[in-house]
């Protein structure tokens, strides 16, 4: 009896240790089914690029990119500042892949004042700087004397009076200094006079002034249309490009050349030719 009670008990355990046995393999042959998907799952992620822009136009175009690069796998994710340094200090720091809101003087001063290490990888599009009509209806009726509001600040006071210089009523000593103020004028056979003026404040003064060189930005929010009413425009060779950028070193990943492609497509011109009716212009 006791025999027969033994054999029974081991044969009890032995069918315990195998179903233990068995309980381990399915548990290890899902773990191993489940790391498989994963694994096949990382190599199918769509790839994501961040970047930092002003509202408008820049994100505004931007946002046309998007199913562009998503029939690439890159998945475009648009982060909109308010402000003109943190975009930059984002991408210096690794927070954001690339910008999109700046002309190259300024990303040039701002690297040389920062200590950052940004660069251009394209250039898309300016908003370009107008000379508009105030007591004097046009260019060719402007009088000897006539006075002439430009922007106060360094980088647009430089930026108008290229403009003025490129219609042919003033020369400068340097016309590739982009930092040119009233001194830097060399010949000026009108005998013009300049008013620098803050830029935001320069479209309600024209009733003041013979003629004020005002920013897109403030000349539409002003009413006007820098196609139809400046009396003349910047070109689209101007010097203030707005610009894609990324920190140095990263020019050649393959995300942001394909934003590049992307931001250069015959989509994107009309886009931008269509939607800012000349007010933004394609540099491209």
Request: charged content about 20%.
């Given at each position: 009896?006791?025999?027969?009670?033994?054999?029974?008990?081991?044969?009890?355990?032995?069918?315990?240790?195998?179903?233990?046995?068995?309980?381990?393999?399915?548990?290890?042959?899902?773990?191993?089914?489940?790391?498989?998907?994963?694994?096949?799952?990382?190599?199918?992620?769509?790839?994501?690029?961040?970047?930092?822009?002003?509202?408008?136009?820049?994100?505004?175009?931007l946002?046309?990119?998007v199913?562009?690069?998503?029939?690439?796998?890159?998945?475009?994710v648009?982060?909109?500042?308010?402000?003109?340094v943190?975009?930059?200090?984002?991408?210096?720091?690794?927070?954001?892949?690339?910008?999109?809101?700046?002309?190259?003087?300024?990303?040039?001063?701002?690297?040389e004042?920062?200590?950052?290490?940004?660069?251009?990888?394209?250039?898309?599009?300016?908003?370009?700087?107008?000379?508009?009509a105030?007591?004097?209806?046009?260019?060719?009726?402007l009088?000897?004397?006539?006075?002439?509001?430009?922007?106060?600040?360094?980088?647009?006071?430089?930026?108008?009076?290229?403009?003025?210089?490129?219609?042919?009523?003033?020369?400068?000593?340097?016309?590739?200094?982009?930092?040119?103020?009233?001194n830097?004028?060399?010949?000026?056979?009108?005998?013009?006079?300049?008013?620098?003026?803050?830029?935001?404040?320069?479209?309600?003064?024209?009733p003041?002034?013979?003629l004020?060189?005002?920013?897109?930005?403030?000349?539409?929010?002003?009413?006007?249309?820098?196609?139809?009413?400046?009396?003349?425009?910047?070109?689209?060779?101007?010097?203030?490009?707005n610009?894609?950028?990324?920190?140095?070193?990263?020019?050649?990943?393959?995300?942001?050349?394909?934003?590049?492609?992307?931001?250069?497509?015959?989509?994107?011109?009309?886009?931008?030719?269509?939607?800012?009716?000349?007010?933004?212009?394609?540099?491209?």
């Open positions: 009896m006791k025999k027969k009670l033994l054999a029974l008990l081991l044969g009890l355990t032995l069918c315990l240790s195998l179903a233990a046995c068995g309980g381990d393999s399915a548990a290890d042959s899902g773990a191993a089914d489940t790391g498989a998907a994963e694994e096949g799952g990382d190599s199918g992620e769509t790839v994501t690029l961040t970047v930092a822009a002003s509202p408008t136009p820049h994100a505004v175009i946002e046309q990119c199913p562009i690069l998503a029939e690439q796998g890159i998945d475009l648009i982060n909109q500042y308010s402000d003109y943190v975009p930059n200090t984002a991408v210096e720091d690794g927070d954001e892949d690339a910008n999109y809101f700046q002309h190259l003087p300024y990303l040039e001063e701002f690297n004042t920062r200590g950052t290490h940004l660069v251009s990888v394209a250039g898309v599009h300016i908003e370009p700087m107008g000379i508009y105030g007591k004097t209806a046009s260019l060719d009726e009088a000897d004397g006539a006075v002439i509001g430009i922007p106060n600040d360094p980088t647009n006071e430089g930026r108008a009076l290229l403009l003025l210089e490129a219609q042919g009523l003033i020369t400068l000593d340097d016309s590739s200094n982009l930092s040119a103020t009233p830097n004028i060399v010949d000026n056979p009108k005998n013009l006079q300049f008013e620098e003026i803050e830029a935001q404040t320069l479209p309600s003064s024209r003041d002034l013979d004020a060189v005002i920013n897109s930005n403030y000349a539409l929010g002003a009413g006007l249309n820098p196609t139809t009413d400046a009396l003349a425009i910047e070109s689209g060779d101007s010097p203030y490009v610009v894609l950028v990324v920190k140095e070193g990263n020019e050649d990943n393959p995300a942001i050349q394909a934003l590049v492609e992307a931001l250069h497509s015959d989509t994107i011109r009309d886009f931008i030719n269509e939607e800012f009716d000349g007010a933004v212009v394609p540099a491209f």
